[in-house]
Nanobody, 113 residues
């Protein structure tokens, strides 16, 4: 069965960096576009970034463009999100997603001094 397991979240000060990972299994990872989506406390889901199956095409929400970088390693079946210049408003649970159906359980990112 499809499994997506996020890791790498934590507490970081404003201006800091984190790198999230999403380990994928149960499907042919290299054949699918992948996404990162987040949910801030008390708010709805917010799309963050997409990457195509080969990794050569990426898209970002305006709120993270220039600060976050999505990437993937198809040999390792792993999706990444490098987050730099973090702001308190980036505090959220971050989920990786395959298509519109499969989601991980998420990893908490807290940006606070």
């Amino acid at each position: 069965q499809v499994q997506l397991v996020e890791s790498g979240g934590g507490l970081v000060q404003p201006g800091g960096s984190l790198r999230l990972s999403c380990a994928a299994s149960g499907f042919t990872f290299s054949s699918y576009a992948m996404s990162w989506v987040r949910q801030a406390p008390g708010k709805g889901l917010e799309w963050v970034s997409d990457i195509n199956s080969g990794g050569g095409t990426t898209y970002y929400a305006g709120s993270v463009k220039g600060r976050f970088t999505i990437s993937r390693d198809n040999a390792k079946n792993t999706l990444y999100l490098q987050m730099n210049s973090l702001k308190p408003e980036d505090t959220a649970v971050y989920y990786c997603r395959q298509g519109g159906v499969y989601w991980g359980r998420g990893t908490q990112v807290t940006v606070s001094s």
